[in-house]
T-cell receptor
């Protein structure tokens, strides 16, 4: 079975450019999470969706960040405009009611570098 | 105070050694607890849940002390393949769809 799929795996862009990260959760999973990981701050939850509805976006750093989940099999995280401090690894994870408490399946991540 | 705190390490231990990591959490109402493992430049993966009575999975033993709000992970007979970062994780709300709070991780390096 395919796991969580993220694209692109690596992104290098210049400050001020728009960046769009994509995620396809595991089929049948109804919860989707976006995380950011840096050496200094570790793994931080940005936003999560249940049944395609955003439930908690309190971790989104600022208005430059936005996330959508138009259907159960696709989500995007957009940064516009990007800044060097946005450089990090961005993970998407999904879970279901039957996957067990605390079990989230992570994608391989997108390594973002903003120059 | 951070919601979940861990010693970042690194813990450098020889193969075969026993090593223990601790983690503290700030929210006394937290419902469930876990250890995740993250290999270098890879995604985190669930290692095991942590139950109040303590639980064991092969060489790994997890303990929870609710009164002191700390969680531990013990690894016996360390293998080279155990080298990774171990993330302490707390679910403050309960339920499968609620958010997890991750510690920054403890790095373990097992050597020959």
């Amino acid at each position: 079975d395919a796991g969580v799929i993220q694209s692109p795996r690596h992104e290098v862009t210049e400050m001020g450019q728009e960046v769009t990260l994509r995620c396809k959760p595991i089929s049948g999973h109804n919860s989707l999470f976006w995380y950011r990981q840096t050496m200094m701050r570790g793994l931080e939850l940005l936003i999560y969706f249940n049944n395609n509805v955003p439930i908690d976006d309190s971790g989104m750093p600022e208005d430059r960040f936005s996330a959508k989940m138009p259907n159960a099999s696709f989500s995007t995280l957009k940064i516009q405009p990007s800044e060097p401090r946005d450089s990090a690894v961005y993970f998407c994870a999904s879970s279901s009611r039957t996957s067990g408490r605390g079990t989230q399946y992570f994608g391989p991540g997108t390594r973002l570098t903003v120059l | 105070r951070k919601e979940v705190e861990q010693d970042p390490g690194p813990f450098n231990v020889p193969e075969g050694a026993t090593v223990a990591f601790n983690c503290t959490y700030s929210n006394s109402a937290s419902q469930s607890f876990f250890w995740y493992r993250q290999d270098c430049r890879k995604e985190p993966k669930l290692l095991m849940s942590v139950y109040s009575s303590g639980n064991e999975d092969g060489r790994f033993t997890a303990q929870l002390n609710r009164a002191s709000q700390y969680i531990s992970l013990l690894i016996r007979d360390s293998k080279l393949s155990d080298s990774a970062t171990y993330l302490c994780v707390v679910n403050p709300e309960g339920g499968t769809a609620s958010k997890l709070t991750f510690g920054t991780g403890t790095r373990l390096q097992v050597t020959l």
